[in-house]
Nanobody, 125 residues
């Protein structure tokens, strides 16, 4: 089992950047495939980024590709999400998630076994 704690959210302006962190404790984070999701009020949870065990493979939806970057430091048991050129439509609670299964639909929240509590990102226009 692993516990996840996100941090780094805040209130920023359009075009600004943020770096979110997800600290893992318990079972070694390097055992898990990791992802980031976000959820805006009244909307479903949306896939934002995924990363493989050693960080060699990443993927993003078109809505954030080229602006967001996921990375991981297994020595620190931490996963990061760099958010650049933020837009008001990026406003949401951002969650990190962990899964054990390698062959899973990584852009579906149903594939993940553990979740953090979320961190709020608000982008003003």
């Amino acid at each position: 089992q692993v516990q996840l704690v996100e941090s780094g959210g805040g209130l920023v302006q359009t075009g600004d950047s943020l770096r979110l962190s997800c600290a893992a404790s318990g079972r070694t984070a390097s055992s898990y495939f990791m992802g980031w999701f976000r959820q805006a009020p009244g909307k479903e949870r949306e896939f934002v980024a995924a990363i493989s065990l050693r960080g060699e493979t990443t993927d993003y939806p078109d809505s954030v590709k080229g602006r967001f970057t996921i990375s991981r430091d297994n020595a620190k048991n931490t996963v990061y999400l760099q958010l650049n050129r933020l837009k008001p439509k990026d406003t949401a609670v951002y969650f990190c998630a962990a899964r054990l299964a390698a062959n899973a639909n990584y852009y579906s929240s149903l594939s993940y076994d553990y979740w953090g509590q979320g961190t709020q990102v608000t982008v003003s226009s």
